[in-house]
């Protein structure tokens, strides 16, 4: 099972929005409903921002977004600020596959 | 205030062994499937094993399958990690993740506790 494909980098001005491309296969991303993303700060660890595809826990202010189509995942920021500057990963269950979960390679966004 | 803490990670020469512990605090541990996702320095996450809530389900990512062993104590709320026969390839942050309320997502994350494995 390959990790799910990002784009390395990603850039917006504050105010504007990003949006961040996940790309799995059918046994991953396109099976199943079950697409997280992760923001992550330099030495920090990660933090869940979107969970079943489009949902957001408590607390995750409602500029992000996520959204699938196929096997293709989005996340999308709106209204950049300076502290979404971090690296953005997704993650998608894969069932019975090994492994049951897999990550994408990452995506380093950045508010210009 | 929920909360997980690594801890045993450190130095250790190539073929050597590690236990990492996971210190759980804040929430009903042995309701929650748990798991260890590794970062390797300057690269992305990478999911590990994880744990049924009784223990009586364990999954491993093939390159760590016959060395490493996942474990928990729901008495102590503690999740553990023996890592044997270690490569090289297995330096990394090693962080534990909760998958709680939201199904099928890592909800809670400890901080890491860094392995590097050295000659």
């Known amino acids: 099972q390959s990790a799910l494909t990002q784009p390395p980098s990603a850039s917006g001005s504050p105010g504007q929005s990003v949006t961040i491309s996940c790309t799995g296969t059918s046994s991953d991303v396109g099976g199943y409903n079950y697409v997280s993303w992760y923001q992550q700060h330099p030495g920090k660890a990660p933090k869940l921002m979107i969970y079943?595809?489009?949902k957001r826990p408590s607390g995750v202010p409602d500029r992000f977004s996520g959204s699938k189509s196929g096997n293709t995942a989005s996340l999308t920021v709106s209204g950049l600020q300076a502290e979404d500057e971090a690296d953005y990963y997704c993650s998608s269950y894969a069932g019975s596959n090994n492994p049951p979960y897999v990550f994408g390679t990452g995506t380093k966004v950045t508010v210009l | 205030e929920v909360q997980l803490v690594e801890s045993g990670g450190g130095l250790v020469q190539p073929g050597g062994s590690l236990r990492l512990s996971c210190a759980v605090s804040g929430f009903t541990f042995s309701s929650c499937w748990m798991s260890w996702v590794r970062q390797a320095p300057g690269e992305g996450l990478e999911w590990v094993a994880n744990?049924?809530?009784?223990?009586?389900?364990?999954y491993y990512v093939d390159s760590v399958k016959g060395r490493f062993t996942i474990s928990r104590d729901n008495a102590k709320n503690s999740l553990y990690l023996q890592m044997n026969s270690l490569r090289a390839e297995d330096t990394a942050v090693y962080y534990c993740?909760?998958?709680?309320?939201?199904?099928?997502?890592?909800?809670?994350w400890g901080q890491g506790t860094m392995v590097t494995v050295s000659s």
């Open positions: 079943e595809v489009s």
């Open positions: 744990i049924k809530q009784d223990g009586s389900e364990k």
């Open positions: 993740a909760r998958v709680g309320v939201h199904p099928r997502a890592f909800d809670i």
